[in-house]
């Protein structure tokens, strides 16, 4: 079975400062990810998503996440937060099987940005 | 195109009560996965149905099922509902395949006293 660890529980930050939110996963074969965010009262929303290829993927929002597969993690960064980005983050994942279907979610980040 | 909803958006039960949540997927989408989340155990994924038939399931106990009908619609029932019942329920759909990417609503908040 797959697991996903999101070492950061809460981050506090000022506005313009750089993010970079961790995150490791464990399986035994291939697998797709995402990262999702969740404003606060509003629904889980995808930033971005890998599924092959360039292990740097762009998201919405000036979001970027790289995939580095020697250390099982997909790290979320963005260069300058902005109060707006305040917001839980959750890492996950799916094993590549086509049938699936079922995302496996870390912990979640609680980012808090400060003006 | 509309994004997922759900119904209702918020519940309040008792203890020992059953309750029913709907889920409609976005167009196109034939595949919805139910999923829990509580401030002490996270996301957790609860069942997932693709063409009216559960394909893949968490480890719930037998008291959460669930269906989903040939519009692509599905609900989830909980019977016999316990305090640790109290929860976010999320819908996601998605089309399956190897780059399937989920889509979530906005949730059922279930209160249960």
């Known amino acids: 079975a797959q697991s996903v660890s999101q070492h950061n529980h809460h981050v506090i930050l000022s506005e313009a400062a750089s993010l970079e939110l961790g995150c490791n996963y464990s399986?035994?074969?291939?697998?797709?990810l995402f990262w999702y965010v969740q404003y606060p009262g509003q629904h889980l929303q995808l930033l971005l998503k890998y599924f092959s290829g360039d292990p740097l993927v762009k998201g919405i929002k000036g979001f970027e996440a790289e995939f580095i597969k020697s250390k099982f993690s997909f790290n979320l960064r963005k260069p300058s937060v902005q109060w707006s980005d305040t917001a839980e983050y959750f890492c996950?994942?799916?094993?590549?099987?086509?049938?699936?279907?079922?995302?496996?979610f870390g912990t979640g980040t609680r980012l808090q940005v400060t003006l | 195109k509309a994004g997922v909803t759900q119904t209702p958006r918020y519940l309040i039960k008792t203890r020992g009560q059953q309750v029913t949540l709907s889920c409609s997927p976005i167009?196109?989408?034939?595949?919805v996965s139910w999923y829990q989340q509580t401030p002490g155990q996270g996301l957790q994924f609860l069942f997932e149905?693709?063409?009216?038939?559960?394909?893949n399931k968490g480890n719930f106990p037998g008291r959460f099922s669930g269906r989903q009908f040939s519009n692509s619609r599905s609900e989830m029932n909980v019977s016999t509902l316990e305090l640790g019942d109290s929860a976010l329920y999320l819908c996601?759909?998605?089309?399956?395949?190897?780059?399937?990417?989920?889509?979530f609503g906005p949730g059922t908040r279930l209160l249960v006293l």
């Open positions: 167009s196109g989408h034939r595949s």
């Open positions: 996950a994942v799916m094993p590549n099987t086509g049938t699936a279907s079922k995302l496996t």
């Open positions: 399986y035994g074969g291939t697998v797709n």
């Open positions: 149905y693709f063409s009216e038939t559960q394909r």
């Open positions: 996601a759909s998605s089309v399956p395949g190897y780059r399937e990417t989920q889509y």
